[in-house]
């Protein structure tokens, strides 16, 4: 029983990590582009953004495993979100950084906030831990699309 928590773990931890990992390495050659765009004062280090999302990550997969492990009949419908919210994750690393579309990105941050939100609460009636583990991610995604939208304006 112990080793299925912690492949389970250990599974659930990859994903998100993985979608990260894969987000990255499709839209690096957008990094020197984001980098010469005009930004808020307010934008942080660019050194801060690979650690807070790979925080963020782990609070995801932690989350997800938690649901999973808590054997809630509904578990596979509580863990829809955080799959839609993974795809929706990616490609706004796409449209962001790869495609340098900023007000597409934008809107697409807040269809992600809104899946977050659903994530949340799905979560939390499987295990409130889980749901509350989602909160930085919702408070970070929300900061990102204030930055994402000032970046846009910035640069038109």
């Given at each position: 029983m112990k080793r299925n928590k912690v492949l389970t773990y250990l599974l659930f931890l990859l994903l998100p990590l993985a979608v990260g990992?894969?987000?990255a390495l499709v839209t690096y050659h957008g990094m020197p582009v984001y980098e010469q765009l005009e930004k808020p004062v307010f934008t942080p280090p660019s050194?801060?953004?690979?650690?807070?999302w790979n925080l963020l990550y782990v609070l995801m997969g932690?989350?997800?495993a938690r649901v999973w492990i808590s054997q809630d009949p509904m578990r596979g419908q509580r863990l829809r979100p955080f799959v839609l919210q993974l795809i929706l994750n990616f490609f706004w690393t796409v449209w962001f950084f790869g495609a340098g579309q900023y007000l597409l990105a934008f809107?697409?941050?807040l269809i992600?906030?809104?899946v977050i939100g659903w994530m949340i609460a799905a979560f939390s009636k499987a295990d409130p831990l889980a749901g509350r583990l989602q909160i930085?991610?919702?408070l970070w995604t929300g900061f990102a699309a204030v930055l994402n939208f000032s970046i846009?304006?910035?640069n038109l």
């Open positions: 990992g894969l987000a050194f801060l953004f690979p650690i807070v932690i989350g997800a809107f697409w941050l992600l906030l809104c930085p991610y919702l846009f304006l910035l």
